[in-house]
């Protein structure tokens, strides 16, 4: 196997395209990011991107856009020679996302190269919409957010990070401000409303490669267990399917009980796993 490296988001989508096509639900955030990046809606500080060949062919991806790494699916041998491509490169992501087996090997990798030590911080599930089943008898209406929602936006996705990755040092709020705005700009983001009120967000990605991606889904913790996000979940994955999407998509903390209920109700079914290593420097 062989390693292709760049800093060109078009370049890896048109070297990567026929893998991305035969593993759309696995290679979603890979072909999303690089879509983005491409189209202007995302801004990376000096992105890298990597095709991984054997016998000629892709059959693995990886990028860093920062903080994390990304490993798409592909034999696992492939995240040891994704994470020395890295390493040549000089580059220092702060961890590792992506399916199981490459990420593991990733993350190992790393860890001997550099002294550190690899930890498990998140276990996801990968899930597919089946039949949609949404839920009956709760208040409110969908809607799609616009530019007088960027601050709300950009407050709930803040909010959304600072749960999600408690361990995490939080992104600056201008971060935020901007991915609000490229969110509004594309249409990316639904609200569910109750009496005019916003009381949850979801967000929406693509459909790319015929795959349509479900979050952030967040609902502010005085509104939580009313039906809301499950709600706002349904009303985005209907707008993908009515958009052309083939199959729907959304990850999970497995160690979340009630959200990966909620989503198993709605019709998704698990199909696969991620998971996400920090790394530790050597002390």
């Not at 370049?11 to 759309?24: M, S, T, V």
């Not at 290679?27 to 189209?39: E, S, W």
């Not at 009515?242 to 998509?249: H, N, P, R, S, T």
Request: hydrophobic share 45%; aromatic share 8%; charged share 20%.
């Amino acid at each position: 196997m062989d390693v292709w490296t760049t800093d060109d988001p078009q370049a890896f989508l048109d070297r990567a395209a026929e893998h991305l096509a035969a593993e759309p639900v696995l290679t979603n955030v890979l072909a999303v990011v690089a879509q983005r990046l491409t189209r202007g809606t995302y801004t990376a500080d000096d992105p890298w991107f990597a095709t991984v060949r054997q016998d000629g062919a892709v059959v693995a991806t990886g990028m860093l856009t920062a903080p994390n790494a990304y490993v798409g699916p592909g034999p696992d041998a492939a995240g040891d020679l994704l994470a020395q491509a890295l390493l040549d490169a000089g580059r220092t992501p702060l961890g590792v996302v992506g399916m199981r087996g490459p990420a593991a090997r990733f993350a190992g990798t790393w860890a001997t190269a550099t002294g550190g030590t690899a930890r498990v911080t998140t276990d996801e599930g990968v899930h597919v919409l089946g039949t949609l089943l949404p839920p009956t008898g709760v208040q409110g209406t969908a809607r799609v957010a616009g530019h007088a929602d960027e601050d709300l936006l950009a407050g709930w996705l803040l909010d959304f990070r600072t749960e999600a990755f408690a361990d995490r040092e939080p992104d600056p709020r201008e971060v935020f401000v901007r991915m609000a705005a490229a969110g509004v700009a594309e249409r990316r983001f639904v609200l569910w409303e109750v009496d005019g009120a916003p009381v949850s967000l979801a967000g929406r990605s693509g459909p790319t490669f015929g795959v349509g991606r479900v979050g952030p889904v967040w609902t502010p913790p005085a509104q939580r267990r009313r039906g809301y996000a499950a709600m706002v979940t349904a009303a985005v994955s209907r707008a993908l399917l009515d958009d052309g999407a083939e199959q729907v998509m959304l990850f999970t903390d497995l160690a979340n009980p009630t959200s990966n209920g909620v989503y198993a109700r709605l019709g998704y079914v698990q199909v696969d796993e991620a998971v996400e290593y920090t790394f530790d420097p050597t002390p």
